[in-house]
């Protein structure tokens, strides 16, 4: 999921910390399943412009026109659960931010079918990695 707006370091900090996430590896932000930082991430949100990495010593200037949400399968936990935290914190930062609108894959307007087409996506993923565990 990508997001595009004014997003401002503040206001994104202040969003993202109230949400659970933690500034971790690679220098960008990491929802854990443990929202103290603790237990396997879940997804991750990393700036969209080069160098795509935040730097807290400077929030107080930092301004980017978008962001990127995102999360790696398989999850040590339910991917439909995961995905659902990551589209709802999504909503959540861009209803924070100034003009600022939550984009699919495709960085068109997410919409509820593609919402539904994710959740397709993550479940025949997860239905494949279930069959291939049973026959190994």
């Not at 503040?10 to 996430?21: A, N, Q, S």
């Not at 509820?112 to 190994?136: D, G, L, N, P």
């Amino acid at each position: 999921l990508f997001f595009s707006g004014d997003i401002q370091g503040v206001i994104l900090l202040k969003t993202v910390t109230e949400l659970g996430f933690k500034l971790g590896d690679m220098d960008i932000f990491h929802r854990h399943e443990d929202t103290s930082g603790k237990g396997p991430i879940l997804f991750s949100m990393a700036n969209m412009f080069n160098p795509g990495v935040f730097n807290l010593d400077e929030i107080e200037t930092f301004a980017t026109r978008g962001v990127a949400l995102f999360m790696t399968l398989p999850l040590k936990s339910d991917g439909h659960k995961a995905f659902t935290m990551m589209y709802n914190a999504a909503n959540k930062i861009a209803d924070a931010m100034p003009r600022a609108a939550v984009l699919d894959g495709n960085r068109n307007p997410i919409t509820k079918q593609s919402v539904q087409h994710t959740y397709q996506k993550i479940r025949e993923f997860e239905r494949r990695q279930h069959v291939a565990a049973r026959q190994s």
